[in-house]
């Protein structure tokens, strides 16, 4: 499959993660703290996949150089499936990100 490795998908859902948690208890603290769990749940999960999904498409680690990347050069960055899942993972993390500020916001 060219470029495209499950080790490098999962290790960028794995950053994409401690990104998105940290970004989120730096900014809003009180996030996770909500008694919704269903709401701090949808925020989770839409950060790891949005996160991931992002990481994925950009196949770049900031302060590494482009003789350190996990994919060579010389191979295709991103394939046709790939693509598809990177772009699938951001569009479910967004719904759920859309999901948890809507049921936020709702009343009652």
Request: charged share 5%; proline share 7%.
């Amino acid at each position: 499959m060219g470029g495209f490795s499950w080790a490098v998908v999962i290790m960028y859902y794995i950053l994409g993660a401690g990104t998105g948690v940290f970004l989120a208890l730096w900014k809003c603290p009180y996030v996770f703290a909500n008694p919704d769990r269903l709401i701090v749940y949808s925020v989770l999960f839409g950060l790891i996949t949005l996160g991931g999904g992002l990481g994925g498409l950009v196949q770049s680690i900031p302060g590494t150089t482009p003789d350190t990347y996990l994919i060579p050069p010389d191979e295709p960055v991103n394939t046709r499936a790939s693509l598809l899942v990177m772009s699938c993972s951001m569009a479910i993390g967004a719904a759920l990100l859309g999901f948890a500020l809507y049921r936020h916001l709702a009343p009652g």
